[in-house]
């Protein structure tokens, strides 16, 4: 209590000294050597703070102070000068202008200091570096503060009046000094505001939000479509004490709505459950990789599982007035499983612990996620992976921003968001649809955060996107074992940025090595991207590993083979492949961009073929230049964006023919879609009513066919032809969309034509193969 009081008796002295020394000249009639004996009072003052005090700087602070105080004091005393005793207010503005601008050269500066006081959690937050650079400017406008009133208290001090002097001093500095604190209150609320509300999602508890915060929201304005934080944990705790009661401990899951996806995903994760998140729901996928003893967790009836459970279902089912159970759980234990294929290769499980996701998420918020702030969360891409997970789910529940519950689909569903402050998740294939589609700007009213993932992204299409949308797409290059690696916006060069937990190295096969906090292996994962790296960790991808190949015993890069293609300014993408048969050669599948069209526009194909040939053997050898060329209208990717090698060398693998094209297609297990085209001069068309002709029925059932051999590698015999049935003809030249499925267990073909859009059926049928016989 003692101590306290002489804190507070100190502290009116030093503040109330020049009223003090004032009244001391002006009313009480003291000498200067009277009024020094004040200095050496406050001297001892701040020599006990100097006793008190834990920070070395602070007390070569209070160092400086007293010694400067204690020559003012017995100057003033032996000389009886009342300018030393005037000096006071100067003293304190230097040594307070010292101490702040030591911080500034010493980081962290003093403001920081202050607020990492305030608040502990600061230190270990994403958004440090922002608050960082905003409490440098704090302390920087400190500084020029005391550097100021410093130049003026010692103007007053050599000015003839005293009131002056006192009125400065006393009064003028302190109210500039609470000028400065409501200012910067008011400004630090402004940016309090602009930065992320970060909650680790391992973290979260019921009372994280606000009750009634939006977490998701439909794709219209139907209110029945939007939760709120209090729906979230209502959710929650349903499904958990569904899944609890079950006790299954791996759950499958699926879920198309990124809201119940959200929901599911907390409840298996908060229930010490693990998690088995996969974009691929075909029949003979999920077969292939559930066990007995899983449960499968969906929102969407699954055919091919009587066992799985609708999440709809769950929530329909529960009592408003159970038990809430929602809250923490151990990120080091949670586990998650996802699904990935890469560019090659059958799909395959990638183990995790929720621990790597939640580094990820704060490297995430702390690069980008102030750039969020008071946005809504849009995606093009699917949640199932690492990318579209981190983004469009976790992101938006650990930062407390709205997501939309449906990914949008097409280029013009972004007209209806044009009016929103949007961060959208989106994907290369997207961006060149958008970019080939879009004839005028979006129109946002507040510039969209737009990012990319999956691949490169093409400085054309990037560039193009920029100009429809406002912003220039920042890509996000990783994996699904490695976690977002780095970025970069291409506009600025090639060059990539790592995060700054991810340490780069070469390895042994000149890939890039990776290690982070969010890869647990201590050797890091090494990639099959082969690179440039730079001394400060920078990086230019060259392709991948498995992009050189021996042609005719010459090496060759096939990375250098697109570049080169692209060099012609007519393609908008491109793959070239390795293709083995009598002799090993390539293939080119490509792409035509708007000027390519125009320019082949009625060219037979050889024509075209020829153009590129001719380009390509200036800079490449004729024996290792493509012999084989499609031309497609986009190329085939996976439900992760990714063009994969042996999609497009299945593609050369069928027999070019001129009876039909295929514009485009997609391959997954058990599953390809296709849209095709017949031409008019197609010989399916001979001897059918040439005044009308009409694709014959045994042509399509054969295509079918022929196609699920090529793509879906059934058997080659076929057993038995189901019913077919035929709703509408087919015309020359009008696309149509092929969907053909293969269920292995009981070797069925099913295959449907349809209009592109979907809402017109040309064709139905099935047929069965022989599994144990075949063609040869």
């Known amino acids: 209590m003692k101590s306290m009081a002489g804190k507070i008796f100190f502290a009116a002295i030093s503040v109330l000294y020049p009223i003090i020394v004032y009244c001391g000249l002006v009313f009480w009639g003291l000498s200067p050597r009277r009024l020094s004996v004040l200095l050496l009072v406050l001297a001892l003052s701040h020599f006990l703070g100097f006793t ?17 105080v204690l020559a003012c004091a017995f100057t ?75 130049s003026v208290a010692t103007l007053t001090v050599f000015m003839e009046s005293d009131k002056a002097w006192a009125l400065y001093n006393g009064l003028i500095s302190y109210i500039l000094i ?34 009634g915060a939006l977490v998701s929201f439909g794709a219209g ?29 791996s759950w499958i899951l699926h879920c198309e709505d990124s809201y119940y996806f959200a929901v599911s995903l907390l409840a298996i994760l908060q229930s010490g459950f693990r998690a088995l998140v996969t974009a691929n729901r075909q029949e003979a996928f999920i077969k292939e990789i559930k066990k007995p003893e899983y449960g499968f967790l969906t929102d969407e009836p699954f055919a091919g599982d009587s066992s799985c459970v609708l999440i709809q279902d769950i929530l329909a089912a529960s009592k408003n007035n159970a038990e809430i159970k929602f809250g923490k759980f151990d990120k080091s234990k949670a586990e998650m499983v996802m699904y990935t294929s890469g560019t090659t290769g059958e799909p395959k499980a990638v183990h995790k612990l ?27 891409v699917n949640h199932h992976h690492i990318y579209g997970l981190l983004f469009t789910a976790l992101l938006p529940i650990a930062t407390g921003l709205p997501f939309r519950r449906r990914r949008i689909d097409f280029p013009t569903e972004l007209s209806g968001i044009a009016s929103e402050s949007a961060v959208m998740a989106s994907s290369p294939a997207f961006l060149k649809r958008l970019s080939a589609e879009a004839d005028k700007p979006v129109g946002f009213k507040c510039t969209p955060v737009i990012y990319s ?85 920078r990086f230019l991808l060259k392709g991948r590993s498995d992009s050189i190949v021996k042609i005719e015993e010459k090496r060759i890069s096939l990375p250098e083979v697109e570049n080169r293609i692209k060099q012609t300014g007519l393609v908008q993408d491109v793959r070239v492949v390795p293709m083995s048969g009598k002799r090993q050669y390539l ?65 050369f693998g069928l027999a070019e023919s001129p009876n039909f ?98 809402d017109k059926k040309y064709s139905s049928g099935s047929f069965t193969m022989n599994p144990e016989q075949s063609l040869g």
Request: aromatic share 12%.
């Open 178 to 211: 609470g000028v400065i604190f409501t200012v910067e209150f008011l400004v630090r609320k402004m940016v309090q505001n602009k930065l992320q509300s970060y909650i680790p999602v391992c973290e979260l508890e019921k009372d994280s939000r606000p009750e």
């Open 587 to 651: 293939a080119a599948a490509i792409v035509l961009n708007e000027d390519g069209r125009k320019q082949f526009a009625g060219q037979p194909k050889l024509a075209i073929n020829n153009y590129f040939h001719d380009y390509l053997v200036k800079f490449i050898e004729n024996t290792v230049l493509p012999k084989k060329w499609r031309y497609l209208e986009e190329l085939p990717q996976n439900t992760e964006g990714k063009i994969r090698m042996r999609d497009i060398q299945a593609l």
């Open 76 to 150: 003033a005393f032996f000389l009886d000068n009342v300018l030393f005793v005037k000096f006071y207010p100067v003293l304190v503005s230097v040594s307070l202008l010292a101490f702040f601008a030591f911080t500034l050269i010493k980081p962290p500066s003093f403001a920081f200091r202050m607020a990492s006081l305030a608040d502990k959690s600061l230190a270990d937050s994403p958004s440090r570096p922002a608050v960082e650079c905003y409490c440098t400017k704090v302390t920087l406008v400190w500084c020029v503060f005391f550097a100021v009133n410093a």
């Open 52 to 68: 008190r005090s834990k920070s070395n700087l602070d007390r070569w602070r209070i160092v400086l102070l007293v010694v400067l």
């Open 661 to 758: 094209k295929i514009l485009k297609f997609r391959r997954e297990p058990g599953v390809f879609t296709a849209k095709l085209v017949f031409p008019a001069t197609s010989e399916y068309y001979d001897g059918h009513f040439p005044e009308f002709k009409l694709l014959p029925a045994v042509a399509q059932v054969d295509l079918a066919l022929r196609l699920a051999r090529n793509f879906l590698e059934v058997p080659k015999m076929l057993s038995k032809i189901h019913r077919t049935k035929f709703a509408n003809p087919i015309m020359p030249e009008n696309p149509v969309e092929l969907k053909i499925t293969y269920d292995a267990d009981s070797a069925k073909v099913t295959f449907g034509y349809t209009s592109e859009q979907g």
């Open 354 to 380: 929720f621990l790597q996701f939640e580094n990820e998420l704060f490297e995430l918020v702390k690069v980008f996620g102030n750039d969020w702030v008071n946005r809504k969360v849009y995606s093009t």
């Open 453 to 537: 993932s999956g691949g490169p992204l093409p400085v054309e299409v990037a560039r193009r996107a920029s100009e429809l949308t406002g912003y220039w797409p920042m890509e996000i290059y990783g994996s699904t074992e490695t976690g977002g690696i780095a970025y970069r916006q291409s506009k600025n060069g090639a060059v990539w940025t790592p995060f700054e937990v991810c340490k780069m190295s070469l390895a042994e096969n000149e890939c890039l090595n990776v290690k982070s906090s969010y890869i647990l292996e201590a050797e890091g994962f090494t990639t099959g991207d082969l690179v440039d790296l730079y001394d400060d960790g």
């Open 221 to 249: 304005d139907a209110g029945k479509d939007c939760k709120t934080w209090g729906d979230l944990v209502r959710d929650v705790s349903s499904v958990r004490h569904f899944l609890e009661q079950k006790n299954i401990a």
